[in-house]
T-cell receptor
Framework: ETGVTQTPRHLVMGMTNKKSLKCEQH?????MYWYKQSAKKPLELMFV???????ENNSVPSRFSPECPNSSHLFLHLHTLQPEDSALYLC?????????????FGEGSWLTVV | AQTVTQSQPEMSVQEAETVTLSCTYD???????LFWYKQPPSRQMILVIR??????QNATENRFSVNFQKAAKSFSLKISDSQLGDAAMYFC????????????FGKGTKLTVNP
């Protein structure tokens, strides 16, 4: 139990589907993140939210749409994805987005696009 | 651009022995943080240890310690008295201020612990 929970843990979707990944943190943190982990590649930062405002959009295609309704919840809305988008998507949080704070991760959501 | 290099894709160690995982990084910053994360088969990324660049003393957490060589931009992880539960992917990561303040990861080292 890390304090960062992600649902669903596994998701299979077609290229024309619309689905969402959900993340919830119980740590009282103010910053939340989405990372993508693909095979044989380093983790890639996708989005950073600080106090519910997006402060980083790391050149992510528009078929990925984040939403942060409050400091405890973060969503990643998915639509018209490609097979190469299949990966482990990790949510994380930290006290705030400053560099001295440790980032805590959830267990990830495995996404398979068929 | 900051980069983190883990030159050992895979390592193995006998139970109860000691193993050292290598990490080098490239940066022009003077103030930053370094981290080692462990990712077991459950896929959860777990913080093992962190080091502030301005601190000369090497960080230690129980059986885990680091050898931080700032001038050489090296940050190795030593695991003493290895246990079966230490088997996992280990990722070295770097974070600095300015710009995106993002966490930059290496590609990871897969550690196998043999009984």
């Amino acid at each position: 139990e890390t304090g960062v929970t992600q649902t669903p843990r596994h998701l299979v979707m077609g290229m024309t589907n619309k689905k969402s990944l959900k993340c919830e943190q119980h740590l009282g943190h103010n910053a939340m993140y989405w990372y993508k982990q693909s095979a044989k590649k380093p983790l890639e930062l996708m989005f950073v939210y600080s106090l519910e405002e997006r402060v980083e959009n790391n050149s992510v295609p528009s078929r990925f749409s984040p939403e942060c309704p409050n400091s405890s919840h973060l969503f990643l809305h998915l639509h018209t994805l490609q097979p190469e988008d299949s990966a482990l998507y990790l949510c994380a949080s930290s006290q705030d987005s400053s560099f001295g704070n440790t980032i805590y991760f959830g267990e990830g959501s495995w996404l398979t696009v068929v | 651009a900051q980069t983190v290099t883990q030159s050992q894709p895979e390592m193995s160690v006998q139970e109860a022995e000691t193993v050292t995982l290598s990490c080098t990084y490239d940066t022009s910053e003077s103030d930053y943080y370094l981290f080692w994360y462990k990712q077991p088969p459950s896929r959860q990324m777990i913080l093992v240890i962190r080091q502030e660049a301005y601190k000369q003393q090497n960080a230690t957490e129980n059986r885990f310690s680091v050898n931080f060589q700032k001038a050489a931009k090296s940050f190795s992880l030593k695991i003493s008295d290895s246990q079966l539960g230490d088997a996992a992917m280990y990722f070295c990561a770097y974070r600095t201020q300015g710009g995106s303040e993002k966490l930059v990861f290496g590609k990871g080292t897969k550690l196998t612990v043999n009984p």
